[in-house]
């Protein structure tokens, strides 16, 4: 059974100038792994961005936004070995919503220069 839906586009420019301004934003927001790989990218704002609309659009899926117990670079997409992008909770952020009986979350990312895009499923 669906649980819920989440959209969520942002400016490619926006994660830009935070990342590029803000000390810590990169950090705070993204997982190692995440950051390892938009780091490797040529257009790696783009993939920063894609992966920022996802953690938003998973957020609204819940219908919890960010709450307490949850942080941003917890919330990690990754690819599985076909190159699909995969949501993965970890650590206290996979406790909080533990109490969800998630059994499946589908993530689709789309970027284009100026704009990153994500939409979650979550099942149950």
Same mark, same amino acid.
């Given at each position: 059974m669906i649980l819920g839906v989440g959209i969520d586009m942002i400016e490619v420019e926006r994660i830009s100038t935070?990342?590029?301004? =803000?000390? !810590?934003?990169?950090?705070?927001?993204?997982s190692k792994n995440e950051?390892?790989?938009?780091?490797a990218?040529?257009?790696?704002?783009?993939?920063y961005g894609a992966r920022f609309a996802a953690k938003e659009a998973f957020l609204k899926a819940v219908g919890t936004g960010w709450i307490n117990g949850t942080s941003f670079h917890e919330i990690e997409i990754?690819?599985? =070995?076909? !190159?699909?992008?995969e949501l993965v909770l970890l650590g206290e952020t996979a406790?909080?919503?533990?109490?969800l009986n998630i059994k499946k979350i589908s993530v689709s990312l789309s970027h284009l220069k100026s704009i990153a895009s994500a939409v979650v499923v979550i099942e149950n």
């Open positions: 935070k990342i590029s301004k =803000e000390a !810590g934003f990169r950090e705070l927001v993204f950051i390892e790989y938009c780091e990218r040529t257009n790696k704002f783009e993939h990754v690819k599985d =070995e076909n !190159g699909k992008p406790v909080t919503f533990q109490s």
